[in-house]
Antibody, heavy 117, light 110 residues
Framework: QVQLVESGGGVVQPGRSLRLSCAAS????????MHWVRQAPGKGLEWVTV????????YYADSVKGRFTISRDNSKNTLYLQMNSLRAEDTAVYYC??????????WGQGTLVTVSS | QSALTQPASVSGSPGQSITISCTGS?????????VSWYQQHPGKAPKLMIY???NRPSGVSNRFSGSKSGNTASLTISGLQTEDEADYYC??????????FGTGTKVTVL
């Protein structure tokens, strides 16, 4: 069965960096695009970024463009999100999600990132 | 990219039908048949309920249905059940090759 497990969250000071990981199993990871979606405490879902199956195409929400970088290692079945210049408003649960023709058909349980001094 | 507009809350009695709207623009909802709907229970990850405007993934009850007219997509839940009480979000592909979620709707079963 499809399994997505995020890790790397924690408390970080404003302006610092953090890298999230998403370990995938139960499907052919290298064949699917992957997304990151976040949810601030008590708020709605916000799409963050997507990468194509081979990492050649990447798109970002305006709110993170230039600060966040999505990447993947298909040999390790792992998706990453490098987050730089973090701000208080980046505080959220970050979910990775598998893409199926433009839809997020499977989601991980999320990892909490708290940006605070 | 502004979030798609959804009503903050919708309620209904068991057995009734409710409809949640999702309004965007010609650059997202109106321009593509790539609208999906997600159900989220408190503390849980979202679950895909509808994809490509009208399609249900395997395992999702046929009480859930989707439609679209112009720049507005809709999710209808018929035969409302207590387990349908959750938050619901629409999502659309956009002309910028990005995605945008709706503001979210809390469904309450009275």
């Amino acid at each position: 069965q499809v399994q997505l497990v995020e890790s790397g969250g924690g408390v970080v000071q404003p302006g610092r960096s953090l890298r999230l990981s998403c370990a995938a199993s139960g499907f052919t990871f290298r064949s699917y695009a992957m997304h990151w979606v976040r949810q601030a405490p008590g708020k709605g879902l916000e799409w963050v970024t997507v990468t194509s199956y081979d990492g050649s195409e990447k798109y970002y929400a305006d709110s993170v463009k230039g600060r966040f970088t999505i990447s993947r290692d298909n040999s390790k079945n792992t998706l990453y999100l490098q987050m730089n210049s973090l701000r208080a408003e980046d505080t959220a649960v970050y979910y990775c999600a598998k893409d199926q023709n433009g839809n997020c058909d499977y989601w991980g349980q999320g990892t909490l990132v708290t940006v605070s001094s | 990219q502004s979030a798609l507009t959804q009503p903050a809350s919708v309620s209904g009695s068991p057995g009734q039908s409710i409809t949640i709207s999702c309004t965007g623009s010609s650059s997202d909802v109106g321009g593509f048949n790539y609208v999906s709907w997600y159900q989220q229970h408190p503390g849980k990850a979202p679950k895909l309920m509808i994809y490509d405007v009208t399609n249900r993934p395997s395992g999702v009850s046929n009480r859930f249905s989707g439609s679209k007219s112009g720049n507005t997509a809709s999710l209808t839940i018929s035969g409302l059940q207590t387990e349908d009480e959750a938050d619901y979000y629409c999502c659309s592909y956009t002309s910028s090759r990005t995605y945008v979620f709706g503001t979210g709707t809390k469904v309450t079963v009275l």
